[in-house]
């Protein structure tokens, strides 16, 4: 079995991570940072369980994964966990109650692939698990989370008589998770005006939220549209969710442009026949199985 430094583990992690999200249009950015020494030492020193062979070091690597949108979090998830096997019992997802606003952890174990596992070449080789932890967080969240990180939970006793301003704290957290909610709301919004508009290529620009390379939209389809609004209505009301699991599930690898994505979405869910007639056999063999 080949073994591998962790900063060789940590790049073709982001490298087959990256390669699955960038064939489904998510929008992100994915980091990866590797434990120093110094960092694994202190950490190793700072629990019994370590030291006493109880549990392992399970985060040597560390991958971040930063989305735009919320509600492409459990998607990702979804996507990870089909390359990885993933630790459940030591995963931390917070579902906290319609009151409460605190730091929501996103947090991931999985297990290396066989030849991605670690090599450290040092006495601490027998602390440290194959495996690597993986953060998902939101755009917005994302600074939050590094200053309350930085400056909050690595120094407790600073805020230890500062309740109220901790609390405040809290509050730019529960202002930027209702910005997100909110931003994802008036881009439907704008989705919507352009379908009552018959404005396709627009529609779908603002409605899908995807990373494609062309938003071109085929004059054949344009036609169809606006000749049929109750046929552009079935896709406006595509659910975005099942369609991005559907490109995954189905190994979707054409071009991310609007005019194949219609044409899939049309394959998988509308079947339109006017459509069909223009979409070319060996598309509509692959995906109408």
């Known amino acids: 079995m080949h073994k591998n430094i962790p900063s060789t583990a940590a790049k073709e992690i982001v490298s087959l991570i990256s390669s699955k999200l960038d064939k489904i249009g998510v929008m992100y950015r994915i980091f990866s940072r590797v434990k120093e020494e110094s960092s694994l030492n202190k950490k190793i020193e700072s629990d019994e369980k370590y030291i006493n062979g109880e549990a392992k070091i399970q985060d040597l690597v560390g991958i971040r994964i930063v989305l735009y949108f919320p509600d492409d979090i459990e998607l990702v998830h979804s996507v990870v966990s089909s390359s990885y096997s993933e630790s459940k019992k030591d995963a931390s997802i917070d579902d906290l109650d319609a009151n409460t606003f605190k730091p929501v952890r996103y947090n991931l174990v999985y297990n290396l692939l066989d030849d991605t596992k670690y090599s450290l070449s040092t006495t601490n080789e027998d602390f440290v698990d194959n495996t690597f932890e ?18 909050r939970y690595k120094f407790q006793d600073d ?17 930027l998770e209702t910005s997100e909610w909110t931003m994802v709301q008036l881009l439907e919004e704008v989705a919507y005006k352009h379908y009552k ?21 085929n004059e054949c389809l344009n036609n169809i549209f606006d000749n049929n609004y109750e046929l552009a209505k079935k896709f406006y009301r595509i659910d975005r969710f099942n369609l991005i699991q559907e490109l995954y599930k189905r190994e979707y690898s054409y071009p991310l442009e609007l005019t194949n994505i219609v044409l899939f979405c049309n394959t998988v869910f509308i079947k339109n026949e006017a459509i069909i007639k223009i979409t070319p056999p060996e598309f509509f063999d692959e995906f109408s199985a």
């Open 197 to 217: 508009n018959g404005s396709w290529e627009a529609m779908f620009r603002q409605r899908l939220r995807l990373r494609m390379r062309g938003f071109k939209l």
């Open 159 to 175: 805020w230890l008589n500062n309740s109220s301003e901790s609390r405040k704290l809290n509050g730019v957290y529960a202002t």
């Open 134 to 151: 993986l953060q998902i967080r939101t755009v917005f969240s994302e600074g939050w989370h590094e200053v309350e990180h930085d400056l």
